[in-house]
């Protein structure tokens, strides 16, 4: 079985660059403007500290009345305080509307895949989506804090400086602007430039990263059993090394800015002291205010010290946002139609004409001109070898892949005019390998039908021969299972797949080889209970296994993605054709025959 | 890494050191300014004093992000190393109570974030202690009493912050943990989406998202506002020393008793003073999330690997250097040594029985036995399949023989070599083993197919014959790529009948090993392909041990013995008579046998 190829874009207009980010953050805005303005009235402060500090003392050495002093006294302790406010504010507010922005983008994230998956989803490997969920949409929150609110309270106090400067000496407020936007804008923006290869490569190797730790982890037993551990260590070794040398060239840029950024803060400093020399020297300006405008100097340049990093974050974080919102142009599989019609509740006839699924990957189609038809009562055995189209056809009937060319209908209406829930919502299904959540034995069933009671679980589980591994587990139906069911082995996963499709009580079943991991009693067992359990349900039951197909109303032999014989059991046998013949080259000697009724 | 470190804090000390003389020479400018009279010439030589300064400020400041760049490098390679080579040490017992997601993002988010602790945390952690020091002595230079008061104001920096430290650091780690969990809870709903949607059960995934989330905000605020508290403090005693400094200052400059340049450099010089304990405390909250995950590695890192001796009783040499750490195993010359060593065609003569005495296996949590004092022995060569009713500890049997599943009681040993005295990587060297459920990693399919081997075999007419064996070649001849096909993550470009196969011929492939171990190696196959495989099989593994799991009649028909176990037990043990000396291939051209094997059919 294998996915649609779905790194096509979509015909729709692709997303803008952050339209995503936006989108989501625009319910928050006045939250971000809050920590903006709470920051800036810090920053601010910090500046008025220095400059009533710095004028404070320097009046004082000329000897005034102490008395023309008390307004300045008063206003920096006034400073002092507002200073630190302000920025545990700005943090506060700034984390708080970042984290409500990061809930919106997950729950964005999860209900494009669900679209996605499956059938829309390849070369996208469990761990690269754990990557973009948890590393991408995280670095998305750094957006928020580290880049939009510290870049906004950063313009603003340099604006507020310069403005200072200027009414005080213009020439003066004219460097402090050339400093401040060489050292806060020019240099952060050149090295972001510079140093953007690499942080969007260390993106990319952090993901190849985490897909290969998680690969590694799953596949333990077999690395191990095949002694390739040391093989995978030095594939780790060979992608660790790639980000270490990415970690090393990208500190060497911004070391350079950073060195620039120094220089120019303590020219610019330098500068502004001897442009108001100059005034001091023309009895201009007075000594004291070129001391003011000196320590004002300083200050902004040291409000303004946060700016490189967030320059130089920008692109990590843009580029996480950037395969987030990568989820938005792959197209879903199945569109839901605008105006769809609403079914009737109750046993419905699910039927394929003529349908044909191409994946872009193959060279000829997965399934062609199939026909197949799921009636109430009726119990059709989908049988074929392994890559034949069987999962497919499955994949095809619960709406999570399109038709290329056909039709799909549900009562003799075409599905592409019902919203593909709506289908869902009459097709149980259990697929080949069916995931077992990492939560009780109870929760995994009811999420087939949340209001079936206890009894009505330990029945099916019962009925499908799991009573004695139910009696074992140490709390029963409330047993947690572990990821991936890894405490359970490869039957009772699958039968616990087969029991939400019973559980579900939907009019057709449709099961992805339902005794794949069985042994012949218990693949008996099982075929016996789905069939009393289904009774007047329709059923499809795939499997490449040609046993007990006697039991089904019509048998469907498929062979690379066409349907090459059809009937009843005994009519196909009775026909001697390629199902007779296959029948007779699995049973090679009567004898073994063991599982005829 | 030290050294980087120690270059990182040297590199600390000279950036404060040009602060002190920036301060001391603003100082001196600013008071020739304000008694302009006296002339202001001599401040030129100071301006451009302070421009050489500056400049070798800027010089230090540019080489101190690599240096700690290149410390963080190692750090976080070295743990990340370690920690995966320990997962995988501690095998898929171990992993069973574990969450995948949560591992995985310990080792690779969670380490990443480790670059703020080591790069910047730790020098200046350090430099938090040093450079207040030295800035002390140059106020103490310049003006007693401002000492006085900013020591005063430093004084309560420890008390404060051991007051919140203590309130925050707990909530913190629950707040990693909150993470983590989450973490695992979406690869746990993103791998089961399809179920989800299928029982139009997504939506309310998508709640749970949402609410979960909604939940690690609420956390994270209410630490945030504690863990913020801290930085508060610090920046409101920098910004109060300095007013305090200030205020004091102004008052003695009326009367004299203070000079105007030293006061302007104590007003410089004040604020520095806090300024590396603030960002030492804001880079450690920063780092935090890196702690946490050191801690959880030093975790996985925990259970003590057993060196296991090697006691090989008469092969001698057959490993030494396989004890040796993964580490040094990453060098080339070292697996090739491995190679060597592990009895790599010795063990082909499978002349050692495989014997089991009293097996029992146990799993940690459940009550009962999955193996209860098993007695098994296989003779040389000896084909044997376990068959039974699911559940009944098949497949944990197989594992157990393999070491990958650690057993409470008994013994099993090959020949005279008891599995648990043989060193770990020999013992496995033994068996060609195919899991229930292979898995098949990001490559090509060659890699895969050698993926027991250090290196690509040089002939591969034998590679052509286990590709024939394992009836994969068709499909091979119809890929464009061949062998060179990337099969993806997992290997999910190929479907799990094809999976498994390329499984078989990768068991088949390890020719040092002489007990071949299959694990329903045709549960994902076709009947005829099935029966071309066993036929196949029947020739390939020809003088080798058998020990295998299935539930398919037609490979019944491989082994001379069959076993039934029932609840770990063996029920009964009987030779096997409808095994066929040699079976014909049903690829004879037949139709029927043809029909089935897909890559078969004629186009």
């Known amino acids: ?597 | 890494m030290r050294i980087w470190i120690a270059v990182s804090i040297a590199i600390g000390l000279g950036l404060v050191a040009c602060t002190a003389a920036q301060a001391v020479l603003l100082g001196e400018i600013f008071a020739v300014l304000l008694h302009p009279s006296a002339g202001i010439r001599g401040i030129v030589s100071k301006l451009v004093g302070l421009g050489a300064v500056t400049l070798v400020r800027s010089l230090l400041l540019a080489l101190s992000a690599p240096a700690g760049a290149v410390a963080a490098n190692r750090v976080r390679g070295q743990l990340r190393r370690d920690g995966l080579a320990a997962v995988l040490d501690h095998g898929p017992a171990w992993l069973a109570d574990e969450r995948v997601g949560e591992l995985a993002v310990t080792l690779g988010k969670g380490l990443d974030s480790l670059d703020t602790y080591i790069g910047d945390y730790l020098p200046r952690l350090v430099l938090a202690v040093l450079a207040p020091m030295f800035l002390l002595g140059v106020i103490a230079d310049l003006d007693w009493l401002s000492l006085i008061v900013v020591l005063a104001a430093l004084a309560l920096v420890p008390l404060f912050m051991v007051l919140i430290g203590r309130l925050t650091e707990e909530r913190v780690a629950q707040r990693w943990l909150a993470l983590t969990t989450l973490g695992a809870h979406f690869l746990d709903a993103i791998e089961g989406l399809a179920t989800l949607r299928a029982y139009g059960r997504a939506r309310l995934q998508e709640q749970q998202i949402g609410k979960v989330t909604e939940e690690v905000r609420r956390t994270t605020l209410s630490v945030l506002r504690e863990a913020f508290l801290s930085a508060l403090v610090l920046e409101t005693l920098a910004t109060i020393g300095t007013a305090l400094v200030a205020v004091p200052l102004a008052l003695r400059l009326i009367d004299g008793q203070v000079g105007l340049a030293p006061a302007l450099s104590v007003l410089v010089l004040t604020p520095e003073v806090f300024l590396p304990i603030r960002r030492a405390s804001s880079d450690f909250h920063a780092s935090i999330e890196g702690l946490s995950a050191t801690d959880r590695v030093m975790e996985i890192l925990e259970p003590e690997r057993d060196s296991n001796p090697v006691q090989v009783i008469g092969e001698e040499s057959t490993s030494k250097d396989s004890t040796a750490s993964s580490i040094e195993l990453l060098s080339e010359s070292s697996i090739l040594s491995v190679s060597s060593s592990t009895g790599y065609e010795q063990a082909s003569n499978p002349s050692a029985p495989l014997s089991l005495h009293g097996v029992s296996v146990r799993y940690g949590r459940q009550a009962g036995m999955v193996l209860d004092s098993i007695d098994l022995e296989l003779l040389p060569g000896e084909r044997l399949a376990v068959v039974g009713p699911s559940g009944a500890g098949k497949s944990t049997l197989l594992t157990t023989v393999l070491g990958l599943t650690p057993y409470s009681a008994g013994s099993i040993a090959l020949g005279k070599v008891f599995q648990a005295e043989a060193d770990a990587e020999w013992w496995r060297a033994q068996f060609a083993y195919v899991p229930q459920a292979p898995r098949l990693f990001a490559g090509t399919l060659m890699y895969n197919l050698f993926l027991g081997h250090p290196e690509l075999p040089s002939s591969d007419e034998y590679l052509h014959g286990v590709l024939e064996a394992a009836c994969l070649s068709s499909l091979i001849a119809g890929l464009p790529d061949g062998l060179a096909t990337e099969v993806g993550e997992g290997g999910e470009r190929l479907s799990a009948g094809e999976r498994q196969r390329v499984a078989i011929a990768r068991a088949l492939l390890r020719t040092g090993a002489g007990v071949v171990v299959l694990d329903e190696p045709t549960a994902h196959l076709d009947v005829a392909t099935e029966a071309e495989l066993a036929a196949h099989l029947d020739v390939t593994i020809e003088g080798r041990t058998l020990l295998l799991v299935t539930h398919r009649r037609r490979m019944l028909e491989l082994v001379d013995r069959v076993v039934v176990l029932k609840g770990g037990r063996i029920s009964e043990d009987t030779s096997n008579d409808t095994r066929r000396p040699r079976l014909s291939p049903s690829t004879d051209g037949s139709v029927p046998g043809r029909l089935l094997a897909g890559s078969e059919m004629p186009q």
């Open chain 1, 1 to 597: 079985m294998s996915y649609r190829l779905s790194s096509e874009l979509s015909n729709e207009s692709v997303p803008d660059h952050g339209r995503i980010l936006v989108g989501t953050a625009r319910p928050e805005s006045r939250r971000v403007l809050l920590a903006v303005l709470v920051g800036s009235v810090g920053q601010l402060s910090a500046l008025g500290l220095m400059a009533t500090s710095a004028w404070l003392i320097t009046k004082s050495s000329l000897r005034p009345p102490v008395l023309a002093l008390s307004v300045a006294i008063g206003a920096v302790q006034f400073f002092a305080l507002a200073r630190g406010a302000g920025r545990y504010g700005e943090r506060l507010a700034g984390h708080d509307v970042a984290l409500r922005i990061l809930a919106r983008l997950r729950v964005w994230v999860f209900r494009r895949l669900e679209h996605l998956v499956p059938g829309g989803l390849t070369g996208v490997g469990s761990g690269d989506i754990l990557a973009r969920l948890v590393s991408d949409v995280d670095a998305t929150q750094d957006l928020v804090v580290r880049n939009v609110i510290p870049l906004a309270v950063g313009g603003i106090t340099m604006i507020g400086a310069v403005l200072f400067t200027m009414l005080v000496l213009p020439p003066a407020g004219v460097v402090l602007a050339g400093g401040l936007f060489l050292a806060g804008v020019v240099i952060p923006a050149t090295a972001r430039v510079v140093g953007r290869s690499f942080s969007r490569s260390l993106s990319a190797n952090r993901g190849r990263l985490a897909n290969q730790l998680v690969e590694a982890i799953e596949g333990v037993a077999d690395l191990i059993s095949f002694g390739a551990v040391v093989k995978v260590l030095a594939r780790l070794e060979r992608a660790e090394q790639a980000i270490s040398r990415i970690v090393r060239n990208s500190a060497v840029v911004s070391g350079v800015a950073n060195g620039l950024g120094a220089t120019v803060t303590g020219m610019t400093t330098i500068a502004v002291v001897a442009v108001g020399a100059v005034a001091v020297g023309d009895h201009r300006l007075s000594g004291v205010a070129v001391a003011t405008l000196g320590f004002v100097s300083l200050a902004a340049f040291e409000a303004i010290a946060v700016l490189p990093e967030s320059f130089a974050r920008i692109d990590q974080a843009l580029g996480a946002l950037k395969r987030v919102e990568g989820l938005a142009q792959m197209r879903p599989p199945v569109v839901d139609p605008l105006h769809p019609d609403r079914l009737m509740p109750g046993p419905a006839v699910l039927a394929l004409h003529r349908a044909t699924v191409s994946y872009r990957s193959a060279v000829s189609p997965a399934i062609e001109g199939v026909d197949l038809e799921l009636a109430p009562g009726k119990r059709v055995a989908l049988v074929g070898p392994s890559g034949a189209g069987k999962t497919t056809i499955t994949l095809v009937l619960l709406r999570f892949i399109e038709l290329d060319a056909g039709s799909i209908t549900l009562d003799d209406v075409d599905c592409r005019r019902i919203a593909a829930d709506e289908v869902r919502s009459k097709v149980a299904w259990a697929p080949q390998e069916p995931h077992v959540f990492a939560t009780t034995v109870a929760a995994n069933l009811r999420l087939a039908r949340p209001d079936a009671s206890d009894a009505d679980l330990v029945r099916i589980l019962s009925s499908l021969g799991l009573s004695r591994w139910l009696a074992a587990l140490p709390r029963g139906l409330d047993t947690m299972l572990g990821q991936n069911g890894a405490t359970i082995s490869g039957g009772e996963r699958k039968r616990l797949g087969l029991a939400r499709a019973l559980l579900a009580e939907r009019p057709i079943v449709v099961l992805d080889e339902p005794t794949a991991h069985l042994d012949d009693v218990t693949e008996c067992q099982v075929r016996q209970a789905v069939l009393g359990a289904t009774t007047g349900q329709s059923l499809l039951w795939v499997t490449h296994r040609l046993v007990g197909l006697e039991d089904f109303d019509e048998v469907v032999l498929l062979d690379r993605g066409r349907v090459i014989e059809r009937g009843s059991f005994t009519s196909l046998l009775s026909r001697d054709g390629a199902f007779a013949k296959l029948l007779a080259a699995s049973l090679p000697n009567g004898h073994l025959d063991g599982r005829g009724h």
